[in-house]
Protein backbone atom coordinates (compact mmCIF):
# COMPACT_ATOMS: atom_id res chain seq x y z
CA UNK A 1 0.00 0.00 0.00
CA UNK A 2 2.88 2.22 0.25
CA UNK A 3 2.50 3.70 -3.47
CA UNK A 4 -1.11 4.55 -2.04
CA UNK A 5 0.54 7.25 -0.06
CA UNK A 6 3.16 8.06 -2.52
CA UNK A 7 0.16 8.89 -4.92
CA UNK A 8 -1.56 10.85 -2.40
CA UNK A 9 1.69 13.07 -1.47
CA UNK A 10 2.11 13.81 -5.50
CA UNK A 11 -1.42 15.44 -5.96
CA UNK A 12 -1.54 16.62 -2.38
CA UNK A 13 1.61 18.95 -3.75
CA UNK A 14 -0.42 19.17 -7.13
CA UNK A 15 -3.47 20.43 -5.77
CA UNK A 16 -1.56 23.07 -3.82
CA UNK A 17 0.00 24.68 -6.79
CA UNK A 18 -2.87 24.32 -8.91
CA UNK A 19 -5.10 26.19 -6.78
CA UNK A 20 -2.28 29.42 -6.36
CA UNK A 21 -2.24 28.87 -10.32
CA UNK A 22 -6.06 28.88 -11.24
CA UNK A 23 -6.74 32.08 -8.61
CA UNK A 24 -6.51 34.54 -10.88
CA UNK A 25 -8.01 32.71 -13.74
CA UNK A 26 -11.17 32.23 -10.87
CA UNK A 27 -10.51 36.10 -10.18
CA UNK A 28 -11.25 36.96 -13.89
CA UNK A 29 -14.19 34.21 -14.62
CA UNK A 30 -16.00 35.21 -11.37
CA UNK A 31 -16.05 39.19 -12.36
CA UNK A 32 -16.80 38.37 -16.17
CA UNK A 33 -19.41 36.04 -15.40
CA UNK A 34 -20.70 38.69 -12.72
CA UNK A 35 -20.35 36.41 -10.22
CA UNK A 36 -19.58 39.42 -7.76
CA UNK A 37 -20.63 39.47 -3.45
CA UNK A 38 -22.62 43.22 -3.16
CA UNK A 39 -22.22 45.01 0.23
CA UNK A 40 -25.71 45.01 1.58
CA UNK A 41 -27.45 45.10 5.13
CA UNK A 42 -26.66 40.87 5.89
CA UNK A 43 -22.58 41.44 4.57
CA UNK A 44 -20.00 42.96 6.72
CA UNK A 45 -17.72 43.63 4.02
CA UNK A 46 -17.56 47.16 2.30
CA UNK A 47 -16.70 46.75 -0.97
CA UNK A 48 -17.73 44.05 -4.16
CA UNK A 49 -15.77 40.60 -3.76
CA UNK A 50 -15.95 38.40 -6.40
CA UNK A 51 -17.30 35.09 -5.40
CA UNK A 52 -17.14 31.46 -6.35
CA UNK A 53 -13.44 31.25 -5.11
CA UNK A 54 -13.75 27.48 -4.34
CA UNK A 55 -13.81 26.40 -7.93
CA UNK A 56 -9.83 27.48 -7.46
CA UNK A 57 -9.85 24.09 -5.06
CA UNK A 58 -12.55 22.55 -5.94
CA UNK A 59 -11.39 21.27 -9.33
CA UNK A 60 -7.75 20.47 -8.80
CA UNK A 61 -9.41 18.11 -5.94
CA UNK A 62 -12.02 16.64 -8.50
CA UNK A 63 -9.65 15.31 -10.97
CA UNK A 64 -7.25 14.57 -8.05
CA UNK A 65 -9.96 12.17 -6.80
CA UNK A 66 -11.09 10.82 -10.29
CA UNK A 67 -7.40 10.16 -11.10
CA UNK A 68 -6.83 8.59 -7.67
CA UNK A 69 -9.48 6.60 -8.20
CA UNK A 70 -8.37 5.25 -11.68
CA UNK A 71 -4.61 4.47 -10.14
CA UNK A 72 -4.73 3.21 -7.18
CA UNK A 73 -5.37 -0.54 -7.87
CA UNK A 74 -7.91 -0.88 -4.91
CA UNK A 75 -11.12 -1.65 -6.34
CA UNK A 76 -13.22 -0.26 -3.62
CA UNK A 77 -11.65 3.25 -2.78
CA UNK A 78 -11.31 3.92 -6.52
CA UNK A 79 -14.60 3.47 -7.37
CA UNK A 80 -15.98 5.15 -3.99
CA UNK A 81 -13.07 8.06 -4.53
CA UNK A 82 -14.77 8.22 -8.50
CA UNK A 83 -17.73 8.44 -7.58
CA UNK A 84 -17.35 11.20 -4.92
CA UNK A 85 -15.63 13.15 -7.46
CA UNK A 86 -18.69 12.88 -9.73
CA UNK A 87 -21.07 14.23 -6.70
CA UNK A 88 -18.62 17.24 -6.32
CA UNK A 89 -18.74 18.46 -9.83
CA UNK A 90 -22.68 18.14 -9.21
CA UNK A 91 -21.97 20.30 -6.25
CA UNK A 92 -19.35 22.51 -7.80
CA UNK A 93 -22.68 23.48 -10.70
CA UNK A 94 -25.19 23.94 -7.63
CA UNK A 95 -22.45 26.21 -6.01
CA UNK A 96 -21.82 28.15 -8.94
CA UNK A 97 -25.52 28.55 -9.93
CA UNK A 98 -26.37 29.91 -6.41
CA UNK A 99 -23.47 31.98 -6.40
CA UNK A 100 -24.61 33.89 -9.56
CA UNK A 101 -28.52 33.84 -8.92
CA UNK A 102 -28.59 33.42 -5.28
CA UNK A 103 -31.32 30.59 -5.15
CA UNK A 104 -34.17 30.43 -2.57
CA UNK A 105 -33.66 28.36 0.58
CA UNK A 106 -36.06 26.09 -0.15
CA UNK A 107 -34.55 24.96 -3.56
CA UNK A 108 -30.80 24.62 -1.62
CA UNK A 109 -32.28 22.35 1.31
CA UNK A 110 -33.81 20.26 -1.68
CA UNK A 111 -30.37 19.92 -3.08
CA UNK A 112 -28.37 19.23 -0.36
CA UNK A 113 -31.41 16.52 0.47
CA UNK A 114 -30.78 15.49 -2.89
CA UNK A 115 -26.73 15.16 -2.19
CA UNK A 116 -27.18 13.18 0.42
CA UNK A 117 -29.29 10.58 -1.28
CA UNK A 118 -26.95 10.33 -3.76
CA UNK A 119 -24.21 10.05 -1.14
CA UNK A 120 -26.08 7.05 0.34
CA UNK A 121 -26.78 4.83 -2.60
CA UNK A 122 -22.94 5.39 -3.72
CA UNK A 123 -22.18 3.98 -0.35
CA UNK A 124 -21.18 6.83 1.40
CA UNK A 125 -23.76 6.18 4.60
CA UNK A 126 -23.89 6.89 8.41
CA UNK A 127 -24.57 2.97 9.41
CA UNK A 128 -23.73 3.45 13.54
CA UNK A 129 -24.28 6.25 16.29
CA UNK A 130 -22.08 6.49 19.02
CA UNK A 131 -23.19 5.18 22.50
CA UNK A 132 -20.69 6.48 24.89
CA UNK A 133 -22.00 4.42 27.57
CA UNK A 134 -21.64 1.07 25.76
CA UNK A 135 -21.76 -0.38 22.29
CA UNK A 136 -22.61 1.55 19.34
CA UNK A 137 -26.22 1.86 17.36
CA UNK A 138 -26.80 -0.16 14.38
CA UNK A 139 -29.43 1.91 12.70
CA UNK A 140 -30.38 -0.59 10.68
CA UNK A 141 -33.20 1.05 7.93
CA UNK A 142 -32.57 4.43 9.89
CA UNK A 143 -29.45 4.70 7.90
CA UNK A 144 -30.87 6.25 4.96
CA UNK A 145 -32.62 9.01 6.63
CA UNK A 146 -29.74 9.72 9.07
CA UNK A 147 -27.60 9.95 6.36
CA UNK A 148 -29.59 12.54 4.32
CA UNK A 149 -30.00 14.27 7.35
CA UNK A 150 -26.53 14.38 8.48
CA UNK A 151 -25.24 15.65 5.18
CA UNK A 152 -27.53 18.72 5.51
CA UNK A 153 -26.61 19.65 8.65
CA UNK A 154 -22.74 19.35 7.45
CA UNK A 155 -23.41 21.19 4.18
CA UNK A 156 -25.29 23.54 6.29
CA UNK A 157 -22.59 24.18 9.07
CA UNK A 158 -19.72 25.28 6.66
CA UNK A 159 -22.35 27.69 4.69
CA UNK A 160 -23.48 29.19 7.73
CA UNK A 161 -20.21 29.27 9.27
CA UNK A 162 -18.70 31.22 6.50
CA UNK A 163 -19.46 34.80 7.43
CA UNK A 164 -15.94 36.12 7.58
CA UNK A 165 -13.12 36.14 5.69
CA UNK A 166 -10.50 33.17 6.29
CA UNK A 167 -13.11 31.54 8.77
CA UNK A 168 -14.79 28.64 6.85
CA UNK A 169 -11.35 27.66 5.18
CA UNK A 170 -9.61 27.50 8.69
CA UNK A 171 -12.24 25.70 10.32
CA UNK A 172 -11.68 23.30 7.44
CA UNK A 173 -8.02 23.00 7.54
CA UNK A 174 -8.41 21.68 11.08
CA UNK A 175 -11.45 19.58 11.05
CA UNK A 176 -9.21 17.77 7.56
CA UNK A 177 -6.42 17.25 9.75
CA UNK A 178 -7.95 15.84 12.22
CA UNK A 179 -9.78 13.68 10.58
CA UNK A 180 -6.55 13.03 8.86
CA UNK A 181 -4.67 11.80 12.03
CA UNK A 182 -7.25 9.33 12.63
CA UNK A 183 -7.49 8.50 9.47
CA UNK A 184 -3.50 7.80 9.55
CA UNK A 185 -4.13 6.10 12.83
CA UNK A 186 -6.27 3.64 11.27
CA UNK A 187 -4.89 2.87 8.10
CA UNK A 188 -7.92 3.97 6.53
CA UNK A 189 -6.71 5.63 2.79
CA UNK A 190 -10.12 6.80 1.78
CA UNK A 191 -9.79 8.69 4.70
CA UNK A 192 -6.12 10.14 4.34
CA UNK A 193 -7.03 11.22 0.37
CA UNK A 194 -10.20 13.13 1.02
CA UNK A 195 -8.59 14.94 3.86
CA UNK A 196 -5.55 15.12 2.39
CA UNK A 197 -6.81 16.37 -0.95
CA UNK A 198 -8.98 19.11 1.06
CA UNK A 199 -6.24 20.25 3.54
CA UNK A 200 -4.01 20.62 -0.10
CA UNK A 201 -6.22 22.80 -1.47
CA UNK A 202 -7.63 24.99 1.73
CA UNK A 203 -4.14 25.56 2.56
CA UNK A 204 -3.65 27.48 -0.98
CA UNK A 205 -6.87 29.26 -0.78
CA UNK A 206 -6.70 30.64 2.69
CA UNK A 207 -4.03 32.56 1.17
CA UNK A 208 -6.29 34.60 -0.89
CA UNK A 209 -9.42 34.33 1.71
CA UNK A 210 -7.88 35.02 4.87
CA UNK A 211 -8.40 38.59 6.02
CA UNK A 212 -8.98 41.18 3.84
CA UNK A 213 -10.22 38.49 1.33
CA UNK A 214 -9.38 39.48 -2.38
CA UNK A 215 -12.19 36.23 -3.41
CA UNK A 216 -14.70 34.60 -1.19
CA UNK A 217 -15.09 30.74 -0.77
CA UNK A 218 -19.19 31.67 -2.16
CA UNK A 219 -21.45 28.18 -2.29
CA UNK A 220 -19.46 26.98 -4.91
CA UNK A 221 -16.56 26.24 -2.46
CA UNK A 222 -18.78 25.85 0.60
CA UNK A 223 -21.02 23.07 -0.46
CA UNK A 224 -18.19 21.14 -2.02
CA UNK A 225 -16.11 21.20 1.66
CA UNK A 226 -19.15 20.17 3.29
CA UNK A 227 -19.53 17.18 0.92
CA UNK A 228 -16.11 16.16 1.33
CA UNK A 229 -16.29 16.81 5.17
CA UNK A 230 -19.18 14.87 5.04
CA UNK A 231 -18.19 11.75 3.16
CA UNK A 232 -15.14 11.82 5.68
CA UNK A 233 -17.45 10.25 8.33
CA UNK A 234 -18.96 8.02 6.04
CA UNK A 235 -16.50 6.47 3.87
CA UNK A 236 -16.63 3.16 3.66
CA UNK A 237 -19.35 0.60 4.83
CA UNK A 238 -17.18 0.35 8.53
CA UNK A 239 -16.86 4.59 8.23
CA UNK A 240 -13.96 5.01 10.80
CA UNK A 241 -12.72 1.49 10.13
CA UNK A 242 -11.66 -0.20 13.32
CA UNK A 243 -12.96 2.38 15.34
CA UNK A 244 -16.30 1.66 15.03
CA UNK A 245 -17.23 2.31 19.04
CA UNK A 246 -16.59 5.80 17.90
CA UNK A 247 -18.89 6.11 14.82
CA UNK A 248 -20.14 10.31 14.10
CA UNK A 249 -18.20 11.20 17.39
CA UNK A 250 -14.71 12.40 15.83
CA UNK A 251 -16.80 14.51 12.98
CA UNK A 252 -19.76 15.52 15.64
CA UNK A 253 -16.44 16.86 18.15
CA UNK A 254 -14.05 18.25 16.21
CA UNK A 255 -16.93 20.20 13.87
CA UNK A 256 -18.45 21.65 17.58
CA UNK A 257 -18.05 25.38 16.67
CA UNK A 258 -20.06 25.47 13.26
CA UNK A 259 -22.28 22.69 14.55
CA UNK A 260 -23.29 25.12 17.69
CA UNK A 261 -23.93 27.78 15.04
CA UNK A 262 -26.27 25.96 13.24
CA UNK A 263 -28.63 24.37 16.27
CA UNK A 264 -28.85 28.02 17.14
CA UNK A 265 -29.86 29.39 13.74
CA UNK A 266 -32.46 26.86 14.07
CA UNK A 267 -33.46 27.83 17.28
CA UNK A 268 -33.41 31.28 16.81
CA UNK A 269 -35.33 31.31 13.83
CA UNK A 270 -37.52 28.98 14.85
CA UNK A 271 -38.49 31.38 17.62
CA UNK A 272 -38.91 33.91 15.16
CA UNK A 273 -41.29 31.76 12.83
CA UNK A 274 -39.07 31.36 10.02
CA UNK A 275 -36.27 29.02 9.48
CA UNK A 276 -34.80 29.75 6.15
CA UNK A 277 -34.82 34.34 6.98
CA UNK A 278 -30.98 34.82 6.95
CA UNK A 279 -30.32 36.89 9.88
CA UNK A 280 -26.78 38.31 11.18
CA UNK A 281 -26.61 36.98 15.04
CA UNK A 282 -24.31 34.25 14.18
CA UNK A 283 -21.82 33.29 17.08
CA UNK A 284 -19.38 35.25 14.58
CA UNK A 285 -21.59 38.50 14.01
CA UNK A 286 -21.93 38.74 17.30
CA UNK A 287 -18.17 38.54 18.60
CA UNK A 288 -17.74 41.36 15.60
CA UNK A 289 -20.66 43.36 17.90
CA UNK A 290 -18.40 43.12 20.68
CA UNK A 291 -15.96 44.39 19.22
CA UNK A 292 -13.33 41.82 18.10
CA UNK A 293 -11.61 42.17 14.27
CA UNK A 294 -12.33 39.75 11.86
CA UNK A 295 -8.78 38.46 12.16
CA UNK A 296 -9.10 38.20 16.01
CA UNK A 297 -12.52 36.27 15.78
CA UNK A 298 -11.14 33.57 12.88
CA UNK A 299 -7.84 32.90 15.13
CA UNK A 300 -10.27 32.44 18.31
CA UNK A 301 -12.54 29.86 16.50
CA UNK A 302 -9.65 28.36 14.93
CA UNK A 303 -8.05 27.78 18.47
CA UNK A 304 -11.51 26.46 19.53
CA UNK A 305 -11.83 24.27 17.15
CA UNK A 306 -8.00 22.97 17.53
CA UNK A 307 -9.00 22.15 21.36
CA UNK A 308 -12.09 20.60 20.45
CA UNK A 309 -9.89 18.19 17.57
CA UNK A 310 -7.50 17.36 20.03
CA UNK A 311 -10.37 15.88 22.17
CA UNK A 312 -11.47 14.45 18.73
CA UNK A 313 -8.31 12.86 18.76
CA UNK A 314 -8.43 11.39 22.42
CA UNK A 315 -11.26 9.45 21.37
CA UNK A 316 -9.77 6.77 19.81
CA UNK A 317 -7.11 6.71 22.51
CA UNK A 318 -8.64 6.65 25.62
CA UNK A 319 -11.71 6.05 27.32
CA UNK A 320 -14.94 7.46 25.84
CA UNK A 321 -16.85 7.82 29.19
CA UNK A 322 -14.28 10.26 30.44
CA UNK A 323 -13.79 12.11 27.28
CA UNK A 324 -17.96 12.23 26.38
CA UNK A 325 -18.10 14.01 29.84
CA UNK A 326 -15.56 16.02 29.06
CA UNK A 327 -17.09 17.05 25.56
CA UNK A 328 -20.31 17.45 27.20
CA UNK A 329 -18.93 19.81 29.62
CA UNK A 330 -17.40 22.04 27.29
CA UNK A 331 -20.32 21.98 25.05
CA UNK A 332 -22.96 23.28 28.01
CA UNK A 333 -20.18 26.15 28.86
CA UNK A 334 -20.07 27.17 25.06
CA UNK A 335 -23.96 27.18 24.42
CA UNK A 336 -24.00 29.08 28.06
CA UNK A 337 -21.48 31.36 26.66
CA UNK A 338 -23.26 31.84 23.23
CA UNK A 339 -26.28 32.39 25.31
CA UNK A 340 -25.20 35.22 27.43
CA UNK A 341 -23.50 37.19 24.07
CA UNK A 342 -26.72 37.24 22.55
CA UNK A 343 -28.54 37.96 25.51
CA UNK A 344 -26.02 41.24 25.81
CA UNK A 345 -26.71 41.94 22.12
CA UNK A 346 -30.18 41.91 22.12
CA UNK A 347 -30.32 44.46 25.33
CA UNK A 348 -28.01 47.10 22.87
Known amino acids: MNHLYLLILIEFVAIHVLTHLLMPLNLKFSKRLGIIAIPNERRIHKTAIPEAGGLSFAIPIVIAQASFGMLSGNSEIGRMLLQLSGVGLIAIILGMWDDRYESHANY ?36 LPVTILWYIIILNAINLIDGLDGLASGISIIVCAVLLIVGIKEGNQLVIAICGFLIAGNTAFLFYNFYPAKIF ?28 SMTMMIPLTVMAVPLLDVLLAVTRRLRLGNIFRPDKAHIHHIMLAFGFSQKTISIIVYIVTLLFGLIAIGFSFSSKKILFSVLLGLLVLMVIIAYMFMRQEQKK
Not at 122 to 138: A, H, K, Q, W
Open 108 to 143: KLLWQASIGLIMYFIGYRVLFLTNPLGDSFVLGWMS
Open 217 to 244: LGETGALFIGLNIAAVSTAGSSQFKGIT
